[in-house]
């Protein structure tokens, strides 16, 4: 009789839960290693004692073919992916190149090695002088093409200048402590302090709502204001970074016009260019409008030419070309460097409307217009009470830190100054240093030789000489420190020609105002209006050139008849 367990069914699945669990294959894998296999079989073996040997029999076939077939399965696949060639990895991106544009790069050294080793050294030049003029146009050139950030490239030539023993160490960052220069820099800090109490949004705001129905009404807006503040702000550094670079900002930003950035076209590059050389014209048309203008009086004083009644006298000869080339600028602006946004109807409108939900004036506001206005008084009647300009400035910057309208962090994240600091400073030092070692004297006198050795008319010669005196300015970072260089030895050169003495000094005298707006170095409110960073430099350099070709056509065309009818010659 047999025993009720073999009459079981033969279907593993009615076995008991214990071994059905043992004998079925894993579902999560069909993958079956050796060991497990054993373990299987060892299984199996248990099983076979509770079943005949026919049932083990067929149960042990399952499982070893079930094995064989995931072997086979497995081998195979890995087969299959052998046969199959595996597709080349996607190529890793290069880095692109973060040092200089190899090009430009070449062609500015290649000024400088030319000058340097290839062009015969006047017998009147020293050999440091020579070298360094070497230097100092290379610099100049790689400002223009770029090869490097302005700031990285001015480091590269007064590295240069160092490591080839050209200047000394203290000579070479003797600009680091320059007044001028630190002026500049703390009017960034200004500029900053209008942004973050919201006091230069507030005046655009104004701004617009009073001259905002285009562009071109926002440009004449400024530039009156330039002219109306600068007889009593005798410093165009001050001007341009207290007052009116602040504004420009907050005029640009709300219209959605970023610095270093392709939006910079909409507004900002033409206020800032429009401003920038509104400046030449307002400080040529009030002695006070610039420190260098009375220097230049002293210098012809020296040299026997006497102008009488100064201060009424030069506005007199000034006042109709200057006032002419104010009128002037936008327009002629308007047309080399068009802004993206020309007309908006409705920006007073909206303009009504901001001012209204900005509230009334805030503490920080009122303390930032205070410090300003305290500033602003120092810069016009410091002189008197022996507080230079820079000094003004830096009382107003520690108001500000005091009262936390700004704080250490905002002057060091302002990179615009500190980079300005580093490139300006060069680029004066050299320039400073060429007149020390003679260089522009050697200039100056053969431009005397050769005025001589033609027998000009002094019409002639004043065209020439004015000429020269305008165009060597692309060798200075300084206004003040082209008259100290030059001017008595043009003036000279002038009386020496037969041109009548108060025209030859006011002429010089007005173009030294003039030629502040050449080129982002030629002054220190170029440098704080580059700084903005909303005009790139090779823009600098054509619109200025451009800009001064207008203002002399416009200077010589109206000035010479206005000269006349007044009795200078």
Same mark, same amino acid.
């Given at each position: 009789?047999?025993?009720?367990?073999?009459?079981?069914?033969?279907?593993?699945?009615?076995?008991?839960?214990?071994?059905?669990?043992?004998?079925?294959?894993?579902?999560?894998?069909?993958?079956?290693?050796?060991? %497990? /296999?054993?373990?299987?079989?060892?299984?199996?073996?248990?099983?076979?004692?509770?079943?005949?040997?026919?049932?083990?029999?067929?149960?042990?076939?399952?499982?070893?073919?079930?094995? &064989?077939?995931?072997?086979?399965?497995?081998?195979?696949?890995?087969?299959?992916?052998?046969?199959?060639?595996?597709?080349?990895?996607?190529?890793?991106?290069?880095?692109?190149? %973060?040092?200089?544009?190899?090009?430009?790069?070449?062609?500015?050294?290649?000024?400088?090695?030319?000058?340097?080793?290839?062009?015969?050294?006047?017998?009147?030049?020293?050999? %440091?002088?020579? +070298?360094?003029? #070497?230097?100092?146009?290379?610099?100049?050139?790689? &400002?223009?093409?770029?090869?490097?950030?302005?700031? /990285?490239?001015?480091?590269?030539?007064?590295? *240069?200048?160092?490591?080839?023993?050209?200047?000394?160490?203290?000579?070479?960052?003797?600009?680091?402590?320059?007044?001028?220069?630190?002026?500049?820099?703390?009017?960034?800090?200004?500029?900053?302090?209008?942004?973050?109490?919201?006091?230069?949004?507030?005046?655009?705001?104004?701004?617009?709502? &009073?001259?905002?129905?285009?562009?071109?009404?926002?440009?004449?807006?400024?530039?009156?204001?330039?002219?109306?503040?600068?007889?009593?702000?005798?410093? *165009?550094? /001050?001007?341009?970074?207290?007052?009116?670079?602040?504004?420009?900002?907050?005029?640009?930003?709300?219209?959605?016009?970023?610095?270093?950035?392709?939006?910079?076209?909409?507004?900002?590059?033409?206020?800032? +260019?429009?401003?920038? +050389?509104?400046?030449?014209?307002?400080?040529?048309?009030?002695?006070?409008?610039?420190?260098?203008?009375?220097?230049?009086?002293?210098?012809?004083?020296?040299?026997?030419?006497?102008?009488?009644?100064?201060?009424?006298?030069?506005?007199?000869?000034?006042?109709?070309?200057?006032?002419?080339?104010?009128?002037?600028?936008?327009?002629?602006?308007?047309?080399?460097?068009?802004?993206?946004?020309?007309?908006?109807?409705?920006?007073?409108?909206?303009?009504?409307?901001?001012?209204?939900?900005?509230?009334?004036?805030?503490?920080?506001?009122?303390?930032?217009?205070?410090?300003?206005?305290? $500033?602003?008084?120092?810069?016009?009647?410091?002189?008197?009470?022996?507080?230079?300009?820079?000094?003004?400035?830096?009382?107003?910057?520690?108001?500000?830190?005091?009262?936390?309208?700004?704080?250490?962090?905002?002057?060091?994240?302002?990179?615009?100054?500190?980079?300005?600091?580093?490139?300006?400073?060069?680029?004066?030092?050299?320039?400073?240093?060429? *007149?020390?070692?003679?260089?522009?004297?050697?200039?100056?006198?053969?431009?005397?030789?050769?005025?001589?050795?033609?027998?000009?008319?002094?019409?002639?010669?004043?065209?020439?000489? %004015?000429?020269?005196?305008?165009?060597?300015?692309?060798?200075?970072?300084?206004?003040?420190?082209?008259?100290?260089?030059?001017?008595?030895?043009?003036?000279?050169?002038?009386?020496?020609?037969?041109?009548?003495?108060?025209?030859?000094? &006011? $002429?010089?005298?007005?173009? *030294?105002?003039?030629?502040?707006?050449?080129?982002?170095?030629?002054?220190?409110?170029?440098?704080?209006?580059?700084? #903005?960073?909303?005009?790139?430099?090779?823009?600098?350099?054509?619109?200025?050139?451009?800009?001064?070709?207008?203002?002399?056509?416009?200077?010589?065309?109206?000035?010479?008849?206005?000269?006349?009818?007044?009795?200078?010659?």
């Amino acid at each position: 009789m047999e025993s009720s367990i073999l009459k079981a069914p033969r279907d593993p699945s009615s076995f008991p839960a214990s071994l059905s669990h043992r004998l079925r294959p894993h579902a999560s894998s069909r993958l079956v290693s050796p060991s %497990q /296999a054993v373990a299987g079989f060892k299984s199996l073996s248990l099983a076979s004692s509770l079943f005949t040997a026919r049932d083990a029999n067929l149960l042990l076939t399952q499982k070893k073919r079930e094995f &064989l077939s995931t072997t086979w399965h497995i081998s195979a696949s890995a087969a299959g992916a052998a046969a199959v060639p595996s597709s080349p990895a996607a190529p890793v991106p290069r880095k692109p190149w %973060q040092g200089a544009k190899p090009l430009t790069f070449a062609l500015s050294v290649a000024v400088g090695v030319i000058l340097r080793f290839f062009v015969p050294k006047p017998a009147a030049v020293s050999m %440091q002088a020579w +070298q360094l003029l #070497a230097i100092f146009l290379s610099t100049i050139t790689g &400002l223009v093409l770029s090869p490097l950030p302005v700031g /990285a490239w001015a480091f590269l030539g007064l590295t *240069t200048s160092i490591v080839s023993g050209t200047l000394p160490f203290a000579s070479a960052f003797s600009a680091f402590t320059n007044e001028v220069i630190w002026l500049i820099v703390i009017s960034f800090f200004f500029a900053r302090g209008f942004v973050k109490t919201g006091l230069g949004d507030r005046i655009a705001t104004v701004f617009v709502k &009073l001259l905002g129905k285009s562009t071109l009404g926002l440009s004449y807006g400024l530039t009156l204001s330039e002219a109306l503040i600068a007889p009593a702000m005798p410093s *165009t550094t /001050a001007r341009a970074g207290g007052v009116f670079l602040p504004i420009i900002q907050s005029l640009s930003l709300s219209a959605g016009s970023k610095p270093r950035d392709a939006s910079s076209k909409k507004l900002g590059s033409y206020l800032i +260019q429009t401003q920038f +050389q509104a400046a030449g014209n307002s400080s040529a048309l009030f002695l006070t409008a610039a420190a260098q203008n009375l220097l230049c009086l002293k210098l012809a004083e020296s040299l026997g030419v006497i102008v009488s009644n100064p201060w009424i006298t030069w506005f007199k000869a000034a006042s109709v070309p200057a006032i002419a080339g104010l009128l002037a600028t936008p327009l002629i602006l308007y047309k080399l460097s068009p802004p993206e946004i020309k007309d908006t109807p409705d920006a007073p409108a909206i303009a009504e409307k901001k001012l209204q939900a900005m509230g009334p004036v805030t503490k920080n506001e009122w303390v930032m217009m205070a410090t300003m206005l305290l $500033a602003v008084a120092l810069w016009v009647c410091g002189d008197k009470i022996g507080i230079p300009s820079v000094v003004a400035a830096m009382l107003g910057l520690s108001v500000l830190l005091v009262l936390g309208v700004l704080d250490w962090d905002d002057c060091l994240s302002e990179k615009s100054a500190w980079d300005t600091l580093a490139w300006f400073a060069v680029l004066v030092g050299m320039a400073g240093q060429l *007149t020390s070692l003679g260089i522009v004297q050697w200039m100056s006198d053969s431009v005397a030789k050769a005025l001589f050795s033609l027998s000009l008319s002094w019409p002639a010669a004043l065209g020439i000489l %004015q000429a020269s005196y305008f165009l060597i300015h692309y060798l200075f970072a300084s206004q003040t420190g082209h008259v100290g260089a030059l001017y008595s030895a043009f003036l000279a050169m002038h009386i020496a020609a037969g041109v009548p003495g108060v025209l030859a000094a &006011l $002429a010089l005298a007005y173009n *030294t105002n003039l030629f502040g707006a050449l080129t982002h170095y030629s002054s220190g409110q170029a440098a704080v209006y580059y700084g #903005a960073g909303y005009v790139e430099l090779p823009e600098i350099f054509k619109t200025g050139f451009l800009c001064a070709i207008c203002n002399c056509v416009l200077w010589v065309a109206v000035g010479l008849v206005w000269w006349k009818v007044i009795g200078l010659y």
